[in-house]
């Protein structure tokens, strides 16, 4: 995919139910510039609104790190979307 140089592109790691959904263990999203956190997941849910019930659950890393939603993301960030999981 071709980007404009003045858009940001984020890794988003899927685990749980957001990898059961797209499929993939994850995936590349552009934005036109830095955005908090939360809004990778808003955009998430516009693709596969069905994930919406794990939305106030889910926890955020960035760069390895656990972070609030409104951090901001940056240009080659890794974001992890933690839904909660069960198991043994």
């Known amino acids: 995919m071709i980007t404009n140089s ?3 592109a984020v890794t988003v790691k899927l685990f749980a139910a957001y990898q059961e959904a797209y499929g993939v263990p994850e995936i590349i999203l552009y934005f036109s510039s830095s955005v908090p ?4 997941l808003n955009q998430i849910l ?5 994930l919406a019930q794990w939305q106030s659950v889910t926890r955020f890393g960035l760069n390895l790190q656990f972070v609030d939603a409104d951090t901001l993301v940056n240009d080659g960030d890794e974001v992890v979307l933690i839904p909660p999981v069960s198991g043994g």
């Open 6 to 8: 003045s858009e940001i």
């Open 37 to 40: 956190v939360k809004d990778i």
């Open 46 to 50: 516009l693709d596969h609104p069905e």
